[in-house]
């Protein structure tokens, strides 16, 4: 690790203690003060709540969204309308190839076979790619999401990616989200409400059942609950 990357990653600890309680929009104000445009949002537009709290505090901030080829039509239609509405700067990911590209390689339906990774290859090497150009990122994780999502800090340091990662909602509930959404008429993906509690890529997501957390609808029945991005 580098004098610079170990100054990071004690600036994330220090912060994330400081800023346990915060408002969200104030961690996010944080981090714009802190790193400017070496500062962006990730977004997997299942809706732009972060997005929108990141244009408050930084208008104009970029937000990086993942197309992996494999998106329903509704997500990328959530990003397209939040590019065209909100004063933020949608930048758009893609994986080096492209999904037939990946089916000539490794064989079609990769994710049936080997879903971690097809992850790697889609979501995984284009975010670390994407990354590069900045010093924190921020996500819209949240504590009550799942169990492996428990401990997520506001601020903390992502070792793989010698980063800063910022997750300015990790204490909200989901009633906190939707009182936010309707305050301020934030975009949501239209799947949200059509039973789907996490949206993913469409061959591996489904809806969720009455009682389940919400990312149960995730990989259904494959024990694999995070897609490599988050640890």
């Known amino acids: 690790m580098t004098t610079a990357q170990q100054d990071l990653r004690t600036l994330a600890e ?69 590019a065209a509405v909100m004063g933020v700067n949608v930048i758009t990911l893609t994986p080096r190839r492209t999904v037939a590209e990946q089916d000539a390689e490794y064989g079609p339906r990769l994710y049936e076979r080997d879903p971690d990774l097809c992850c790697a290859l889609r979501k995984v090497a284009p975010l670390r790619d994407g990354l ?40 909200w509930t989901q009633e906190d989200v939707d009182a936010y959404v309707t305050a301020h008429g934030v975009l949501t993906n239209p799947l949200l409400t059509d039973g789907y509690a996490s949206v993913g890529c469409a061959p591996c997501t489904r809806r969720v059942q009455a009682g389940e957390d919400a990312r149960a609808g995730r990989w259904a029945g494959r024990g694999k609950t995070e897609c490599g991005l988050h640890g």
């Open 132 to 171: 590069a150009g900045y010093d924190a990122w921020a996500t819209g994780l949240r504590r009550d999401e799942s169990p492996t999502r428990a401990n997520t800090p506001v601020v903390g340091w992502d070792e793989k990616r010698r980063k800063v990662k910022v997750s300015p909602i990790a204490r």
């Open 14 to 82: 220090q912060a994330g203690r400081e800023l346990e309680e915060a408002p969200a929009l104030d961690v996010l104000r944080w981090a714009a003060d802190t790193f400017g445009p070496r500062f962006c949002v990730t977004s997997s537009m299942e809706d732009a709540v972060v997005a929108h709290l990141a244009s408050r505090a930084l208008p104009g901030v970029d937000v990086v969204f993942l197309d992996t080829g494999y998106h329903f039509e509704e997500t990328i239609g959530t990003r397209d309308a939040v």
